[in-house]
């Protein structure tokens, strides 16, 4: 969203330029006999570094080169290449697209070690175009498959849109659905506030009940559905159904240490070949079941509730 804070990035022409610089480098390389190669910061959390100019985090100095020098990383600059063609083709007829389109697109390049194996490679390839080139995804025209966040509260804004500039109150200028906030919140420049705080829910069903009972005018309260897709759920953080479904009652937990300690082999020294002998595969079988009915009659520690074994 417009603010003085916010660094400046280039836009249009700026961005396809940034682009073909990036190409320009790569064949300099070649004509210089230099193996091709494309410095980026390196991605980790050490090198990550506040600016309080711009008031946002930023990679450090450390950087990381992905260069042609074996097959692997020649794969990758052939396949940055591709992606810096289809960028710029792209900007040159002033269309866009979805991340998900440039992965299926890249299906029919004449190339086929420059196709992506999977979505998550393109869309790491067009963030690391980010990086080297300081353009933003929105300049490149590439935006999400997933629809924006949405906001309902007492805010006004004025919005750039390919009709012109557009004012709109976050309340009274729109429906139950709310306010859609743009894959390029750049093009949002704040009015006027009046809300007392910001309230945000991840869930449809929530923000519509919450809507529909008018929390956002009887508390002056900004509502905004942040709109999560199941990809964005943290790594091993399982959903609550999941979690009841698969996590085990306390009885069980005791029940199956109780298998566990029986089921162990002994660790006693072995008999004499005579005890050996002297067991018969009767009194063997007699000793098992034995064991069986014990341990039938466990009992859990924790609830004091009888639990088979």
């Keep these: 969203m417009s603010d003085a804070n916010t ?25 210089r006999g230099d193996v091709p190669k494309m410095t980026l910061p390196t991605r980790s959390k050490s090198n990550i570094e ?3 100019d711009a008031d946002v985090w930023v990679y450090g100095d450390r950087t990381s080169t992905r260069s042609a020098n074996s097959v692997r990383g020649a794969r990758k600059l052939l396949k940055s290449v591709y992606t810096i063609d289809f960028l710029a083709q792209q900007l040159d007829e002033n ?34 175009l980010e990086i080297v080139s300081g353009v933003k995804r929105e300049d490149f025209h590439m935006r999400p498959e997933e629809s ?20 709109i109150h976050c309340q009274d200028d729109v429906g139950q659905g709310g306010y859609q906030i743009p894959n390029n919140p750049d093009t949002i420049e704040f009015l006027d506030c009046d809300a007392e705080f910001v ?12 809507v529909e009972n008018g929390f956002d005018d009887e508390y002056d309260c900004l509502v905004v559905h942040l709109a999560v897709s199941p990809r964005g759920r943290p790594a091993g953080s399982p959903s609550a159904s999941t ?18 300690a029986s089921s162990a082999p002994s ?34 520690r924790r609830t004091r509730c009888p639990t088979r074994t």
């Design 267 to 300: 660790r006693t020294a072995p008999s004499s070949p005579r005890t050996s002998r002297s067991t018969s595969p009767r009194r063997r079988r007699s000793s098992s079941a034995s064991a069986r009915r014990t341990s039938s009659t466990t009992t859990c």
């Design 199 to 210: 309230m945000c829910v991840e869930t449809g069903g929530m923000r519509d009940r919450l």
């Design 148 to 167: 924006g966040a949405k906001v309902m509260g007492p805010l006004r804004i004025r919005e750039q849109t390919n009709r012109g500039d557009r004012e």
């Design 243 to 260: 979690t009841n479904s698969t996590s085990p009652s306390p009885c069980s937990l005791t029940a199956t240490r109780g298998r566990t």
């Design 95 to 128: 269309r866009s697209s979805t991340l998900r389109e440039l992965y299926y697109l890249s299906e029919s390049w004449d190339e086929e070690e420059a196709q992506f194996n999977d979505q998550s490679e393109s869309d790491k390839l067009v963030e690391d």
């Design 7 to 31: 660094p400046d990035t280039p836009k249009g022409d700026d961005a396809r330029d940034q682009l073909v610089e990036l190409a320009e480098q790569f064949y300099d390389q070649f004509e």
């Design 50 to 52: 506040y600016d309080p």
